[in-house]
């Protein structure tokens, strides 16, 4: 019997697809247990289909609700089956970009108190217990506040969920906790196809963008190629926010990226296992050979 559990906490509606939709398909197809949560329903996104534009937030405001089916689509091209949003649908509000006055609605996830939020995902730790959670890094990958949010909830849910002391239900200790990444190795050679192309996704520097990881600091690389067509999928899925010409994609800004099917992350707290290879980890797994699954090391 497949026992392996993953969490997966993401911030809005499609950030599952672009960026780990390739493993989550991959542990589903070989009957992991996949959770979902999304923690807002987006209602800030820019609609990309013109017929769909009065749904935006400073027009009809109903981009959230339309985005709650997008979202369920997607899932069902992943073969994910448990998705929850954090709080319930709507409990929390998509807070925009940094800086913009959506920052500052009632409801706004940059505004949420953290152990409230946090409580609300250990509710779902307890539930669920999986061995493994991912999610965002401290700077929520590129900056984003419900991303720096995210991570933030994350790692002050993997505290409680496993103190007695805390809350209701049986205390259940994560085994890892992982960030999503892009090594720069990969933004640079995406960067040169484009640029051969006559565009460039990356009008800075790669070392001065707000994003990226060394490729020294990624720990864990999942070979998930089988399943580009199931992310491709998803993507299509959020019709409101992606553009897909396969193997490309393209968000409102219309600049074309590669759906990628290896897809890394960098270890944060948790015992790493063994390499691609097999040799063993260090202790960090920072500078060591990559990890090729998630659960490596967890008996």
């Not at 590129?142 to 505290?159: K, L």
């Not at 209701?168 to 196809?193: C, L, N, Q």
């Not at 990226?212 to 199931?230: F, L, Q």
């Not at 998803?234 to 897809?263: K, Y």
Request: charged share 25%; glycine share 10%; net charge negative.
């Amino acid at each position: 019997m497949n026992d392996r559990r993953l969490l997966l906490v993401h911030a809005h509606p499609d950030d599952e697809s672009i960026g780990t939709g390739a493993t989550m398909a991959h542990y589903a197809a070989q009957g992991a247990h996949v959770t979902l949560v999304t923690c807002t329903l987006g209602e800030e996104g820019e609609v990309i289909p013109e017929d769909l534009r009065h749904l935006a937030a400073d027009r009809d405001d109903t981009l959230g609700d339309h985005r709650i089916d997008e979202l369920a689509k997607a899932c069902e091209a992943l073969g994910v089956t448990d998705h929850r949003f954090l709080g319930g649908p709507g409990r929390w509000r998509d807070s925009g970009m940094m800086g913009v006055a959506a920052n500052e609605h009632p409801r706004a996830f940059w505004q949420a108190d953290l152990d409230e939020a946090a409580g609300e995902l250990v509710k779902v730790i307890r539930e669920v217990r999986p061995q493994v959670l991912v999610t965002y890094d401290e700077n929520g990958f590129y900056g984003h506040p419900d991303h720096i949010q995210a991570y933030r909830v994350s790692w002050r849910a993997f505290e409680l969920a496993a103190d007695p002391a805390y809350g209701e239900g049986t205390p259940w200790r994560i085994s890892k906790f992982y960030f999503t990444a892009i090594a720069t190795s990969v933004m640079r050679r995406a960067d040169e196809a484009l640029r051969e192309a006559g565009t460039s996704f990356f009008p800075n520097e790669i070392d001065d963008l707000p994003f990226g990881s060394a490729d020294a600091d990624i720990t864990t690389e999942i070979d998930a190629r089988a399943h580009v067509r199931a992310k491709l999928g998803a993507m299509r899925a959020h019709a409101t926010q992606i553009s897909v010409d396969a193997p490309w994609f393209a968000l409102s800004n219309n600049i074309g990226q590669e759906a990628l099917g290896v897809e890394h992350y960098i270890l944060k707290a948790g015992v790493p296992g063994r390499s691609a290879a097999g040799a063993p980890l260090e202790a960090g797994g920072i500078g060591s050979p990559r990890e090729n699954d998630l659960f490596a090391g967890i008996n």
